[in-house]
C-alpha cells in the first residue's frame, strides 16, 4: 500500500511539473509562429493531454476489452468538462474567448456524430473511417484559421520573449512526455489501492481509469488558469474531447470493433452531451466560469458518479 501511495504522490506532481512545461512551451510557441494560444491549445496541447486516451484504448481493443476503450473516451470527455472545468474555475476565473464559439460548436458536432454512430452498435471499421474523415477536415480547418489569425507579438500577453525555440522545444517534449507518464504511475497507483480496497474493476474503469487518462487535461488546465492562460485552457479541454472522439476512437476502430454496452447507450452519452452543453450560455454570451459554476460543475460529476456506484456499475 505504501507503495501505491507513493506512486499516486508522484504521478501527481509530475503531473502537475510537466503541466506548468506544455503550458509555458505552449504559449511561447504561438508567440513564435505569431497565432492565438487558444488555437496553440486546440491542437498541440490536445493532442498531448490526449496521449493517455490513446495509449489507453488501442491496449482496451487489442485486449479484447472494447467497451473499456468506449468507456475511458466517454468517461475522459464527462471529466474534462465536469472535473476539470471546474476545479481551475475554484482558482481563478477562465475566461472565454469569441473564437472558442467556432470549436465549441465543432465539439458539440463530433458528440453528436459519435452518439447516432454509437446507435449502430458497433464501432467498427467503417465508423472509424467516417471519425477520422471528420477529424482530418477538423484538422484542416484549424490549419487554415491558423494562418488566418496571425497576431503581433504585442498582443500575446503573458509569453515570455526570452524563451527561445530551442527551449520551447524542451518544454513542449518534457510536458508531452512527462503528462501520460505521470498519468500511468498515478492510475497504477489508485488502481491497486481500489483493488486492495475490493472495488469492482468495472468500477475502477469507469471511474478510476477515466479520471486517471484525463488528469494530464486537470494538469494543464489547472497550470493554464493559474498563470490566466484561459484560451489554453478552455482550447486545451476543447480540443481533448474532439481528439477523444474523432482521432482516438477512429485509431481504436481501425485496430478493431467495439461493441458499445447497452447501459452507455442508456446513461453515459447523455450525460457526456449534457456536460457539454452546460458551457453553452458561457461560450455565447463571453462571460469568464467563474467561482460558483466551477461548484457546480464539480457538484455535477459527482453526481454522476454517485448515479454510477448507486447503479451497481
Known amino acids: 500500500m505504501l507503495i501505491d501511495l507513493l506512486l499516486v504522490a508522484g504521478g501527481l506532481v509530475l503531473l502537475l511539473v510537466a503541466g506548468d512545461f506544455l503550458v509555458r512551451g505552449a504559449v511561447n510557441l504561438s508567440l513564435r509562429l505569431g497565432i492565438p494560444?487558444?488555437?496553440?491549445?486546440m491542437t498541440v496541447v490536445a493532442f498531448g493531454t490526449s496521449a493517455p486516451e490513446l495509449l489507453v484504448s488501442v491496449q482496451a481493443v487489442l485486449a479484447d476489452a472494447g467497451g473499456l476503450a468506449l468507456g475511458n473516451v466517454v468517461g475522459s470527455n464527462i471529466a474534462n468538462i465536469l472535473l476539470v472545468m471546474g476545479a481551475p474555475a475554484l482558482l481563478a476565473p477562465v475566461v472565454i474567448g469569441r473564437e472558442s464559439r467556432r470549436d465549441f460548436g465543432i465539439m458539440i458536432g463530433a458528440t453528436l456524430l459519435f452518439i447516432a454512430l454509437a446507435f449502430s452498435g458497433v464501432i467498427g471499421m467503417w465508423q472509424a473511417l467516417v471519425l477520422l474523415a471528420a477529424f482530418a477536415v477538423f484538422m484542416g480547418d484549424s490549419i487554415l484559421r491558423g494562418r488566418k489569425?496571425?497576431?503581433e507579438v504585442e498582443e500575446l500577453e503573458g509569453a515570455d520573449p526570452d524563451l527561445q525555440g530551442p527551449k520551447i522545444a524542451v518544454y513542449l517534449a518534457l510536458g508531452l512526455?512527462?503528462?501520460?507518464?505521470?498519468?500511468?504511475?498515478?492510475?497504477?497507483g489508485a488502481v491497486d489501492i481500489a483493488a486492495a480496497l475490493g472495488v469492482s474493476d468495472v468500477v475502477i474503469g469507469l471511474t478510476i481509469v477515466a479520471i486517471g487518462t484525463s488528469l494530464p487535461e486537470l494538469a494543464t488546465t489547472l497550470m493554464a488558469a493559474l498563470r490566466r492562460e484561459g484560451g489554453v485552457a478552455l482550447g486545451n479541454?476543447?480540443?481533448s474531447n474532439i481528439f477523444n472522439l474523432l482521432l482516438i476512437l477512429g485509431?481504436?476502430?481501425?485496430?478493431g470493433p467495439m461493441t458499445v454496452?447497452?447501459?452507455m447507450l442508456r446513461l453515459d452519452l447523455w450525460v457526456m452531451l449534457g456536460a457539454a452543453l452546460l458551457l453553452a450560455p458561457f461560450i455565447w454570451t463571453g462571460r469568464p466560469i467563474g467561482r460558483m459554476f466551477g461548484a457546480v460543475l464539480l457538484?455535477?460529476?459527482g453526481g454522476y458518479l454517485w448515479l454510477l456506484f448507486?447503479?451497481?456499475v
Open 261 to 263: 454496452p447497452a447501459e
Open 299 to 301: 457538484l455535477a460529476y
Open 177 to 188: 512526455i512527462g503528462l501520460p507518464i505521470g498519468a500511468q504511475l498515478l492510475v497504477t
Open 149 to 151: 489569425a496571425r497576431v
Open 237 to 239: 479541454i476543447l480540443g
Open 37 to 41: 494560444a487558444f488555437l496553440v491549445g
Open 251 to 255: 485509431v481504436a476502430g481501425l485496430v
Open 310 to 312: 448507486h447503479n451497481g
